[in-house]
């Protein structure tokens, strides 16, 4: 039990710092609560929940800037079930991989386990810093993740050179960068993310904006899949071309949770009435950049990743020094309702992990700032 108490003024109004799920807020939960008679516990068929999902894929149409032809398409499952989706229904022979992190590790397995296709060309950086994928030969899909979550790394998302001419897709796993970062959706093909980190929402849904070369490359796969003696499965629910035309319906291949299409529509439109992505962008920026600062000017914390331009203004991860375990300050944290600010646990160190997306307030994270010196001089 832990005996430090901080001061109530002291506190952040609230105390969910967590990279994914994130903070709902409270009027998204009125938005779900209004929705309780008319869109809850009703048919995703019918016109209610289409209209939802339809103001979901306009909201995010407006939200990036949609490049003439790109399409946003959604399917159950999560960002992990994309990862199956891109071997199944994207990658045609080869991908090649950068690898920096927990998440792009994962995304590499995947695309390794498929048996139908060859082994992906991994190009591994050190954690805490990124590494993309260079030009290959044979490769036909390039991917990395925008943000990498477990480190608090944000990597350029920007085609590699060469690879428009040899054909390639460029796939960017962007389920912790989307709607914190900037991008220009002209440089991807496939920008995936699940709706629980910088869209509040919960998770279980994907959503991919998708470039006309992306559509072409899933219809081309499945139809080389159909050819006798092809080695492929696709698996009916990894299926891009299915989710696809689902989406063009506004609807989902099987049922999904509605709550979180709510959640997630409530979201688009407080991100677009309050300016869009640039707002969002300036306002995780400013977040982060007050736990950076004060960071360095801290005697025991340090930002974790060196590199200046890599440090992600999304999730903003701390080192402690040894004399301060981070243990110690998260039961304290917690004890006082400040939550989910530990580091990446597969990364093992003497870490905090503050996410700091557009829900969360910057003044809050200020206070945070505060909160944690206050423990850390108590402990
Ligand atoms: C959270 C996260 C995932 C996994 O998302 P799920 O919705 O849990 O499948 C994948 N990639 C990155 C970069 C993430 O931050």
């Known amino acids: 039990m832990s005996t430090i108490t901080i001061p109530q003024n002291m ?61 946003v398409v959604l399917g159950n499952g999560g960002a992990s079930a994309f990862w199956d989706v891109v071997c199944c229904s994207l990658v045609s022979r080869k991908a090649a991989c950068g690898v920096y992190g927990s998440f792009t590790k994962k995304m590499a397995a995947s695309l390794s386990s498929a048996p139908f296709l060859e ?15 260079e030009l290959t030969d044979g490769v036909d899909a390039y991917c990395w993740a925008q943000n990498e979550t477990s480190t608090g790394v944000a990597a350029p998302v920007k085609r590699i050179a060469g690879s428009v001419n040899q054909g390639a897709l460029t796939i960017i796993d962007a389920t912790s960068g989307a709607g914190a970062l900037p991008v220009d959706l002209s440089q991807t093909d496939a920008y995936y993310f699940s709706p629980q980190k910088a869209f509040g929402s919960e998770g279980g849904l994907w959503v991919a904006i998708l470039s006309p070369e992306a559509i072409e490359r899933a219809e081309a796969v499945k139809e080389n899949a159909a050819v006798p003696g092809s080695i492929r499965w696709i698996p009916p629910f990894l299926s891009l071309t299915s989710a696809i035309s689902n989406s063009r319906k506004n609807q989902t291949l099987n049922t999904p949770a509605i709550s979180t299409l709510v959640l997630m529509e409530s979201q688009i439109r407080y991100l677009n009435g309050n300016g869009g992505l640039d707002w969002a962008v300036k306002r995780c920026e400013r977040s982060a950049n007050t736990v950076y600062s004060w960071a360095e000017a801290s005697r025991y914390a340090s930002p974790y990743v060196v590199d200046e331009e890599a440090r992600s203004h999304a999730v903003v991860t701390v080192d402690l020094i040894d004399a301060v375990p981070a243990a110690a300050v998260l039961e304290a944290l917690r004890d006082n309702g400040i939550v989910d600010v530990n580091g990446y646990r597969a990364l093992g160190r003497n870490q905090l992990r503050i996410g700091v997306f557009p829900s969360v307030d910057p003044s809050d994270v200020e206070a945070l700032t505060h909160c944690i010196d206050y423990v850390i001089e108590h402990l």
């Open 119 to 133: 082994e992906p060309a991994i190009y591994e950086g050190d954690f805490g810093t990124w590494r993309l994928p």
């Open 11 to 71: 506190l952040p109004a609230d105390g969910r710092f967590g990279s994914g799920p994130t903070k709902i807020r409270r009027e998204q939960i009125l938005d779900l609560t209004n929705a309780a008679d008319t869109l809850l516990g009703t048919s995703h068929r019918q016109r209610p929940v289409k209209q939802l999902v339809e103001s979901i894929r306009e909201g995010l149409a407006e939200f990036f800037s949609l490049p003439a032809g790109y399409e």
